[in-house]
C-alpha cells in the first residue's frame, strides 16, 4: 500500500502563492509518475502537472505553466507545487496521485485525501 498525506493550502488573495506538500509513504513505492490535481465544484478534475519516472520530464497543463512548479526532494518521498500569482478560478481541492502503471499520469492509482485552496479577496 502507498499513503500520501498532503499539506499546505488555505486561502490567499489574488495575485499570492501557496505551496503544497504530499509526502509519500508505504511498501510499494516503485511509482512510475506522480502528478498534481484539483477538483472545483461542479466541474471535472483536471490535471496539472505531472512527472514521468521513465524521462524525469515535468509536464504542464497550459492555464498553470509559469505560474505553478512541480518539485521533488532528493529521496524522492515528498512531492511539492509551488503556486504564484494565483487566481480566484484556481480555487479547488487539490490532490495529489502517483501512478504503480503509466509513466505519463493518465491513470493514478493512489491520491492523497485532497486539500482545499481558496484564491479571494
Known amino acids: 500500500q502507498v499513503q500520501l498525506v498532503q499539506s499546505g493550502g488555505g486561502l490567499v488573495q489574488p495575485g499570492g502563492s501557496l505551496r503544497l506538500s504530499c509526502a509519500i509513504s508505504g511498501s510499494n513505492l516503485d511509482w512510475h509518475s506522480i502528478g498534481w490535481f484539483r477538483q472545483a465544484p461542479g466541474k471535472e478534475r483536471d490535471g496539472l502537472s505531472c512527472i514521468s519516472l521513465n524521462d524525469g520530464a515535468t509536464n504542464y497543463v497550459h492555464f498553470v505553466r509559469g505560474r505553478f512548479t512541480m518539485t521533488r526532494s532528493n529521496d524522492g518521498r515528498t512531492i511539492y507545487l509551488q503556486m504564484n500569482n494565483l487566481k480566484p478560478e484556481d480555487s479547488a481541492v487539490y490532490y495529489c496521485?502517483?501512478?504503480?502503471?503509466?509513466?505519463?499520469?493518465?491513470?493514478?492509482?493512489?491520491w492523497g485525501h485532497g486539500t482545499q485552496v481558496t484564491v479571494s479577496e
Open positions: 496521485a502517483t501512478s504503480i502503471s503509466n509513466w505519463y499520469c493518465n491513470k493514478m492509482d493512489y
